[in-house]
């Protein structure tokens, strides 16, 4: 690709991102050296190195970030899902639910993500549901109640 392709790009360019890494192309096409445009962009060297090989192998789509691949879930959904059945039936709270996982599973997921995903995702209800005290009369409220 000719160099003032490269600058009309430049000027074009409305992502930050790719409009820095044209210019770094452009300063490597100048015959400045990878540590120099390096110190005048303030990045690492090998970073320059990685801009210049993605331009060579792939031309100005190589500079555009990548988004990368959605990370796989350490627990699926369905077994997300299976969890919170269980929970319920066994009427666990969620310090139990997560004990019972990191039993299971060791070390893959957070009690954040086991909030997320049981109280977020699936609704699940906060409260552990106990068992009605027989002791307790019916109208404990009225009997209790200070005027």
């Given at each position: 690709m000719p160099k003032e392709e490269i600058e009309r790009l430049y000027k074009k360019e409305k992502v930050p991102r790719v409009k820095e890494r044209l210019q770094a192309i452009l300063l490597l096409l100048d015959g400045k050296t990878a540590i120099e445009v390096a110190?005048?962009?303030r990045r690492n060297e090998r970073t320059i190195r990685r801009w210049a090989k993605a331009w060579n192998e792939k031309g100005y789509e190589g500079l555009k970030p990548w988004k990368g691949q959605k990370k796989k879930p350490r627990i699926s959904e369905e077994e997300w899902r299976e969890i919170g059945r269980m929970a319920v039936d066994k009427k666990?709270?969620?310090?139990?639910?997560?004990?019972?996982?990191r039993d299971k599973y060791g070390d893959l997921v957070s009690y954040k993500t086991t909030w997320y995903w049981l109280r977020k995702k699936f609704k699940l209800r906060y409260g552990k549901p106990y068992v009605r005290d027989e002791r307790r009369p019916e109208n404990a409220e009225g009997i209790f109640k200070k005027d």
């Open positions: 110190s005048i962009l666990m709270t969620l310090k139990e639910i997560y004990v019972y996982i």
